[in-house]
């Protein structure tokens, strides 16, 4: 079946640091990829999305880009700020309705 | 425009007893998702409605069930509850069964004592 799996946490950054986090899927067929974001305390808010191969998801600075033959949708971000201190989540969802598979999660801590 | 709602944030229930979480989505969504978030498990698929109808469902015993209303609004229910079934539950709506975004809630805590 469709999986998702996420590099392990926690990740600790400096501020102004360079952020990866690695995704790969095993998925049948052209899955649409995500990144998630829960703060503290709250739900998941969309960070980005990418729906087929070579497209480059990107918002507030994060950017992902799906790579079908790497089966991998890696998230980046140039400088981490102390406000990115979050979980991120990677998500795809394939041809079952709106079923989202989500890998484990990463926790970011951004120090000052 | 308002956000999905769920309803209670918090709730504390004993062993055996059922429990019903509720949730509201944005105006003019008609789909529904719920998902189970525990430390061990993370974050699992429930269900799936649109239209009153279920249109999938995840891996979990038929204790865990569902609904959705004419006006879109859904609830979960679970019935005699286990300790594991400690979790926080999450909804998600979206405009359909075909849109690629679905904006979350900010979820249902639930204790099992």
């Known amino acids: 079946g469709n999986s998702v799996t996420q590099m392990e946490g926690p990740v600790t950054l400096s501020e102004e640091a360079f952020l990866t986090i690695n995704c790969t899927y095993t998925?049948?067929?052209?899955?649409?990829l995500f990144w998630y974001v829960q703060y503290p305390g709250e739900g998941l808010q969309l960070l980005l999305k990418?729906?087929?191969?070579?497209d480059k998801g990107s918002n507030k600075g994060f950017e992902a880009t799906y790579r079908k033959e790497t089966t991998s949708f890696h998230l980046e971000k140039g400088s981490v700020q102390v406000s990115d201190s979050a979980v991120y989540f990677c998500?795809?969802?394939?041809?079952?309705?709106?079923?989202?598979?989500f890998g484990q999660g990463t926790e970011l801590s951004v120090k000052p | 425009k308002a956000g999905v709602t769920q309803t209670p944030r918090y709730l504390i229930k004993t062993r055996g007893q059922q429990v019903t979480l509720s949730c509201s989505p944005i105006?003019?969504?008609?789909?529904v998702s719920w998902y189970q978030q525990t430390p061990g498990q993370g974050l699992q698929f429930l269900f799936e409605?649109?239209?009153?109808?279920?249109?999938n469902k995840g891996n979990f015993p038929g204790r865990f069930s569902g609904r959705q209303f004419s006006n879109s609004r859904s609830e979960m229910n679970v019935s005699t509850l286990e300790l594991g079934d400690s979790a926080l539950y999450l909804c998600?709506?979206?405009?359909?069964?075909?849109?690629?975004?679905?904006?979350f809630g900010p979820g249902t805590r639930l204790t099992v004592l």
């Open positions: 998925a049948t067929g052209y899955p649409s």
């Open positions: 998600a709506s979206s405009l359909n069964l075909v849109t690629n975004e679905q904006f």
């Open positions: 998500a795809l969802k394939g041809n079952q309705g709106g079923k989202l598979i």
């Open positions: 409605y649109f239209s009153e109808t279920q249109r």
């Open positions: 105006s003019g969504h008609r789909s």
């Open positions: 990418a729906t087929k191969a070579d």
